[in-house]
């Protein structure tokens, strides 16, 4: 499975949309791209996935470069809920690969 | 809204025994997973099941690790012989399969720790 990067942290201000970027230059034809957060130590939280479209969902939006070669997650009006690490995972078999993913704050 | 289940929600044990953990899967879903995280570290893939047979694997998943679904609605790991590098949070996921992808759904976890 491809590898991701990610930055270690972002901050949002509560309202603003939070945008999350994630590279996967090898990423392979048939390898989707996943989305998890986890808040505290609670299990990880689906959010949102995509093969080459753009998706939308009630949680966010996924955006994937044309090459397929890095997405962005957007939070389109974060709130302090939102305060989580972010995960994105290449997969195209059974097993998430969750790297250290972006702490996310949200602040007032 | 189903959710995965998981039980005990910590489990203290002493090194060299036994574990069971336990989970019970949302009802329509056909694959199986477990996951670990170690305190500070990241969540880290265990085994997946399917058809009650494992199909993936990790170097983690040693001899000392087993998987069951004794029944229709619970899904195990086991530890045969813990030792204290064990301690950690254990989640299981299970899923469907839709459109050629995976929607894993996590249980809130088990807390392991091993003296």
């Known amino acids: 499975d491809a590898k991701t990067t990610q930055p270690p942290s972002m901050d949002c201000a509560e309202g603003r949309a939070a945008n999350l970027p994630c590279n996967h230059s090898?990423?392979?034809?048939?390898?989707?791209v996943y989305w998890y957060r986890q808040i505290h130590s609670q299990g990880p939280q689906y959010i949102i996935h995509?093969?080459?479209n753009n998706e939308t969902n009630e949680m966010a939006s996924l955006i994937i470069t044309e090459d397929r070669k890095s997405s962005t997650l957007i939070l389109p009006h974060a709130t302090l809920r939102d305060t989580a690490v972010y995960y994105c995972?290449?997969?195209?078999?059974?097993?998430?690969?969750f790297g250290k993913g972006t702490s996310l704050l949200v602040t007032p | 809204e189903p959710e995965v289940t998981q039980t005990p929600s910590h489990q203290v044990t002493q090194m060299g025994q036994e574990v069971i953990l336990r989970c019970v899967p949302i009802s329509n879903h056909l694959y199986f997973y477990w996951y670990r995280q170690i305190l500070g570290q990241k969540v880290e893939f265990l085994v997946s099941f399917y058809n009650n047979e494992i199909s993936e694997k990790s170097e983690i998943f040693d001899d000392q690790f087993s998987v069951e679904r004794p029944d229709g609605s619970n899904f195990t790991l086991k530890i045969r012989s813990t030792k204290l590098e064990d301690s950690a949070m254990y989640f299981c996921a299970s899923s469907d399969f839709l459109q050629g992808h995976y929607e894993q759904y996590f249980g809130p976890g088990t807390r392991l720790t091993v003296t």
């Open positions: 090898t990423i392979s034809g048939n390898e989707y």
């Open positions: 995972s290449v997969i195209s078999g059974y097993a998430l690969n």
């Open positions: 995509g093969l080459k």
